[in-house]
């Protein structure tokens, strides 16, 4: 049963992997395609790699954190729609054509 365990872990992991990197390169292309700079991409890349995947630590009940899930979870909600709203809508920098990566 072990082995089979290791197994299912390693499928998950290996698909969870595969996921976040597909639809970073979705929208690593999506932001060199709109943005046509290749500095923007490498940072963005840049600070992804440094930020590495969001730490769900806070839900476990054991966790230092898990006193302040009901805020960090509405935090989390808060930033996907803002970055969602800024750089598909370009709603913080003007008209579409001047979204949220103009900036870079």
């Known amino acids: 049963h072990e082995g089979h365990t290791s197994l299912v872990m390693i499928l998950l992991s290996t698909l969870f992997q595969f996921s976040?990197?597909?639809l970073f390169g979705l929208w690593s292309t999506f932001a060199y395609m709109r943005t046509g700079s290749v500095v923007c991409?490498?940072?963005?890349h840049a600070f992804c790699n440094y930020?590495?995947?969001?730490?769900?630590?806070?839900?476990?009940?054991h966790g230092l954190l898990y006193q302040y899930k009901a805020l960090i979870?509405?935090?989390y909600a808060v930033g996907i729609a803002l970055f969602y709203r800024g750089f598909f809508?370009?709603?913080?920098y003007g008209s579409h054509e001047d979204g949220l990566l103009a900036v870079l």
């Open 20 to 22: 976040y990197t597909y």
């Open 89 to 92: 809508n370009g709603v913080i």
């Open 41 to 44: 991409v490498s940072v963005c």
């Open 51 to 61: 930020m590495g995947v969001p730490n769900l630590g806070f839900m476990d009940k």
């Open 73 to 75: 979870l509405p935090t």
